[in-house]
């Protein structure tokens, strides 16, 4: 019997776990993207640079990244976060702590080609998770609909965050956690 139990709850796991990201066309510069409970923009690799603020890597070579990209980024993401979050930085008090937290952050993807051609993929985060009395107090962020323009964000903690994804080296790197004002 314990059996029975075993297989029909890893066979939930397996089904509520699934990692294939669901497109949808925005614009003629933006896909959304639905990953698990996440969600998301890719933009386009003729999404205006101007509206860019990517520091940490040169972002005039840019590139679309379509679903396995999306899928691979993530997979990473999962499997290094935590890791790469060891420090803890600006996550005390009521900030959330990043790696505990995936699915409970807005992603805008922008595809990078690197200095050595490698693709990378930079992942900014944004809280989604706003609950009904957070919204009472007034906080809500209206940046976290696909329509939105690539979103820049001073302070708010672990509230929001980047990283860039090498999908080449499969690797992350440029972790940036926002300060606390």
């Known amino acids: 019997m314990r059996q029975v139990f075993t297989i029909i709850g890893l066979s939930y796991l397996l089904v509520c776990c699934t990692s294939e990201a669901k497109f949808?066309?925005?614009?003629?510069s933006k896909i959304g993207v639905k990953l698990n409970r996440a969600r998301?923009?890719?933009?386009?690799?003729?999404?205006?640079?101007h509206n860019f603020m990517v520091s940490d890597v040169d972002s005039t070579t840019r590139w679309t990244p379509d679903k396995r990209d999306i899928e691979?980024?993530?997979k990473i993401l999962r499997a290094q976060i935590k890791n790469a979050n060891k420090n803890l930085t600006n996550q005390v008090n009521n900030c959330p702590v990043i790696h505990r937290h995936l699915n409970d952050y807005f992603r805008q993807y922008v595809g990078i080609l690197n200095d050595k051609g490698e693709k990378v993929i930079h992942i900014n985060f944004s809280w989604d998770r706003f609950t009904l009395l957070d919204r009472i107090k007034g906080y809500s962020d209206g940046r976290l609909e696909f329509e939105s323009d690539?979103?820049?964000?001073?302070?708010?903690?672990?509230?929001y965050w980047q990283v860039n994804v090498n999908l080449d080296k499969k690797t992350l790197s440029d972790l940036?956690?926002?300060g606390i004002a």
């Not at 949808?24 to 003629?28: M, S, V």
């Not at 923009?41 to 640079?49: E, G, H, Q, S, V």
């Not at 690539?150 to 509230?159: E, I, K, N, T």
């Open 176 to 178: 940036s956690i926002n």
């Open 24 to 28: 949808f066309t925005i614009d003629n």
């Open 72 to 74: 691979l980024a993530e």
């Open 40 to 49: 998301g923009t890719i933009f386009k690799n003729n999404y205006p640079f």
């Open 150 to 159: 690539y979103a820049h964000v001073f302070d708010g903690c672990s509230y």
